[in-house]
């Protein structure tokens, strides 16, 4: 998933933080006082999506948090952990990390009432992947045997479905890939792989006003631009049934309007605390500020098709660009710790079995202004003796951290001219350049994890060609090491192997790692229990309202 | 009289194709908005191209704003990215702002006025600087100062107001925003009155109706005042264009889904139906505005004729 363009979220967990965390699923109602009240509902901020509410057309974090609610996949992250674990799927077994069979658990149900089968799986997929479906999350289904047919590169597909996917009987299915992909089942937990009721086609137009799914809540009424009302569903069997009566979703034209609800009591929860309110909000909320970290990775790319940027020779250069980058005086004055600086390039929610590993960068990424110098100084200087940072200033404070980051090379540099911010008005218009690959120099990079697996933070990044590889980064023996990650049956070891191809990608460094990011919240008194998963999500169905 | 405002009517025609098709071009010029769609992931390009064709975007400029403008002349000003019509967009916020600019423009024209006309008859006096001198104040304020501060004060502290407008946006609501709104434009329509007063107090047909033993206040009213509002009238006509499509700053404090705040969402998505339609209507907003200012001086002022 994307980062948002509005990107105002966290790293450098707390112990609040964790003493948070810890205390979800357990009934501690930590403020508010008074017993929990199960039908009372919820207020929480959110913002319009972007694109029309449909599984596999949501890759934003607003329209996201509305699917997380009125859905239930395969697997479910875990809210604290970040472990895929089995939910409407009873098993999923391959021998050969390529074709797998997946059995579904009996009994659930989508909150019209019909049955939740193999159909309303493989439906759905080969809904999301038909091209004439336009849905962005569509790449997603490219491990599929058959995507080719169904969404070729140019004119029109050749076929409805996709040829890998196979329904065996009403409870099990079969899944053949393009190649062997061992992390396969961790991913069946997007958004993009929900099953879908036959409502979504039989009337599509009135799905998309009221969309119906097979989770804890349903929508009970959506109004575009304004909010949304979600109620529980008491047909709901799963084993997070909500402790609350429903949630209110309130559009915000301003986040800042919403932290001002926030303190005035009319909104229980808000998620990303806007940058401008960092530096009071311990004092405005108190203990009912969560900072912990999410699954964010940000950092600065290097036109690697740019000869001056990308030959071997500037390998020096890119290095010491990072090491001219204080991190930690940055997260801490600029971000209030709501980033870590980074020294790998995954995410510490991934954990230490999950591929995470700390240092990785190794020297590049430990701030040291002399040794920065030298190496610059060694690779021949800044090309034509400067650098550019560009990015989009329209959202979040990218403008403040990149005059930082500019500030910190120029102090290493010995020369206040050395590093410029190129501004970009808008997102859409920094997208455009990044992707005609018209970047001269450093440029913002910000990665926001679809799904826990290292995969995640590597393939879709710095592999050849990847979807999201806006360095134009390749290296054979990086992508050999992915593949070969790839179609290691045991989990382990792809872990390990994944981590080799890092390593990789630190020594040729095409992107300088810069902080992982938190994410944030507030929530008011009348609320408790309140925590994010690892993409920065409320856990609604934890929340316990007081009376 | 009538044969003049039909050849205004008739004038607003190039003036709305020019005002369109600048905004058009200058929407499409801002970057790619099916990139912007994918967010940070660089666009899957056979899903692209799918969306380009079916929103018109791979065909030439020149052909897309032939094929929007039809549309619009049947009703239809298209479809924004998330797949709400223009037209429902603007059914919510066009209501809003426009009840958010009646407040700010009854505000401005009673308080305006009346701090004018009391300033400009008592000219040089205690009442008039402290006028003069507040205006000032109000005037080097910018609207988010005054409008995040009024906020957090009524909203937060003192729990008078609540800090954001509910969707619906009712009036008593609109009560706040639209004194922020309002602040500035207020502080040049007391200016303006002041002035024109001051000016008008001094003329002959006063001294005249002085003269004629006429009571004060009539002669305030009926003679002075009338003659003292055609400027302060030029100025709130084209007020009223400027705060129905600028009230952004405002409408985000406020949390109103109004106008402004839709212009600001499409530009920041590159949404060229939602920005291209509500400035359309905003342009016709303006023209219509400006030629009722135009005839209202012949009310004002009967020596003023049109043919």
Known sequence: MRASPRVTRVVGATALALSLISCGGGGGSTSGGGAPNPSGIVSSSWTDPQNPLEPANTNEVQGGKVLNMIFRGLKQYDPRTAEAKNLVAQSITTSDQQNFTITLKSGWKFSDGTPVNSKSFVDAWNYGALLTNRQINAPFFSYIDGYAEVHPDSGSPKAQTMSGLQVVDDSTFTVKLTQKFTGFPVILGYAAFYPLPQAFYSDHAAWLKKPVGNGPYQVDSYTRGQGMKLVKWDGYNGPDKAKNGGVQLKVYTDNNTAYTDLQAGNLDVLDDIPASQLPNVKSDLGSRYINQPAGIFQSLSFPMYRSEWGSKDALKLRQGLSMAIDRAQITKSIFMDTRTPASDWTSPVLKEAGGYKQGVCGSPCTYDPKQAKKLIDEAGGLPGGKVTISSNVDTGSHRVWMDAVCNSINNAMGNDKACVVNPVSTFADFRKQVVAKQMNGMFRTGWQMDYPLIQDFLQPLYYTNASSNDSHYSNPNFDKLVNEANAESDVAKSVSTFQDAEKVLAQDFPVVPLWYQNGTAGYSKSVSNVALDPFSVPVYTGIEVSE | ????????????????????????????????????????????????????????????????????????????????????????????????????????????????????????????????????????????????????????????????????????????????????????????????????????ARADYIRTALAKGLPRRRIITRHLLRNSLIPVVTFLGADVGALMGGAIVTERIFNIQGVGFQLYQGTLRQNSPTVVGFVTILVIVFLIANLLVDLLYAVLDPRIRYA
Do not use: C, H
């Open chain 2, 1 to 200: 009289m009538g044969r003049y405002v039909i050849r205004r009517l008739l004038q607003m025609i190039p003036v709305f194709i020019g005002t369109t098709f600048l905004i058009f071009v200058m929407v499409y010029a801002l970057g790619d908005p099916v990139a912007a769609l994918f967010g940070d992931r660089a666009p899957d390009p056979a899903t692209a191209a799918q969306i380009r064709k079916d929103l018109n975007l791979d065909k030439p400029l020149v052909t897309q704003y032939l094929l929007y403008m039809g549309k619009i002349f049947t009703g239809d000003f298209g479809t924004a990215f998330n797949g709400q019509s223009v037209t429902e967009l603007m059914g919510t916020a066009f209501p809003i702002t426009l009840r958010l600019t009646i407040v700010a423009i009854v505000i401005e024209m009673l308080v305006g006025v009346f701090l004018g006309v009391v300033s400009g008859l008592r000219r040089g006096g205690g009442v008039d600087t402290s006028v003069l001198v507040l205006t000032l104040v109000v005037i080097s304020v910018p609207t988010f100062v005054s409008g995040s501060l009024l906020q957090y004060l009524l909203g937060v502290k003192w729990k008078v107001i609540d800090p954001a407008v509910s969707p619906e946006a009712p009036l008593n609501e609109l009560i706040v925003p639209g004194i922020v709104l309002a602040l500035i434009s207020l502080a040049y329509v007391t200016r303006l009155t002041r002035t024109s007063v001051a000016e008008n």
